[in-house]
T-cell receptor
């Protein structure tokens, strides 16, 4: 079955360490997205990429970095510069056709102590 | 960018229709209305979207008022598995797919 895989589901890190969250899709989608969700809140866009080797900052990109070397993969690195990294991180993808819906993975819950 | 307003929570009896309202009074002519839902600790799931005509699919119906300032998502026969947070979103940028997810409506379906 086609879909988006985020791994791991739970991740624990010490403060000051960088951590990379994985996102892989086999839907042949061109565009991929990273969102952050805090408890009781909606989703906020971190970064997005519409094509390989290109990506754009979203609304809350500070303290995060991404790469898009392959169409299937869009890893997110949470750096030590991110002041409040503990959150639920969601990856999504879509075809580049306007109005096409987003398909989401089941998220990675990151806890930094 | 158009903003949306949704009630924070609603209850619905199992088997009855769930009608979830959304206000988007500042919507512009080329902006679509999207609905997603998120079951606890999972990624959001796309439900339906529309511009000005009513839309129906296997999951739900979307009713958009003639002036497009509000819409209603209808789940015709709610089940316990429909308990989730429902997000009404106005498409800010159709080309990039950048959607603004607010806090949504928590729908509790009760037996």
């Amino acid at each position: 079955d086609g879909g988006i895989t985020q791994s791991p589901k739970y991740l624990f890190r010490k403060e000051g360490q960088n951590v990379t969250l994985s996102c892989e899709q086999n839907l042949n989608h061109d565009a991929m997205y990273w969102y952050r969700q805090d408890p009781g809140q909606g989703l906020r866009l971190i970064y997005y990429s519409q094509i390989v080797n290109d990506f754009q900052k979203g609304d809350i990109a500070e303290g995060y970095s991404v790469s898009r070397e392959k169409k299937e993969s869009f890893p997110l690195t949470v750096t030590s510069a991110q002041k409040n990294p503990t959150a639920f991180y969601l990856c999504a993808s879509k075809v580049r056709t306007a109005r096409a819906p987003l398909h989401f993975g089941n998220g990675t819950r990151l806890t930094v102590t | 960018d158009a903003k949306t307003t949704q009630p924070p929570s609603m209850d619905c009896a199992e088997g009855r229709a769930a009608n979830l309202p959304c206000n988007h009074s500042t919507i512009s002519g080329n902006e679509y209305v999207y609905w997603y839902r998120q079951i606890h600790s999972q990624g959001p799931q796309y439900i339906i979207h529309g511009l000005k005509n009513n839309e129906t699919n296997e999951m739900a119906s979307l009713i958009i008022t003639e002036d497009r300032k509000s819409s209603t998502l209808i789940l015709p026969h709610a089940t316990l598995r429909d308990t989730a947070v429902y997000y009404c979103i106005v498409d800010r940028d159709g080309n990039t797919g950048k959607l603004i997810f607010g806090q949504g409506t928590t729908l509790q379906v009760k037996p």
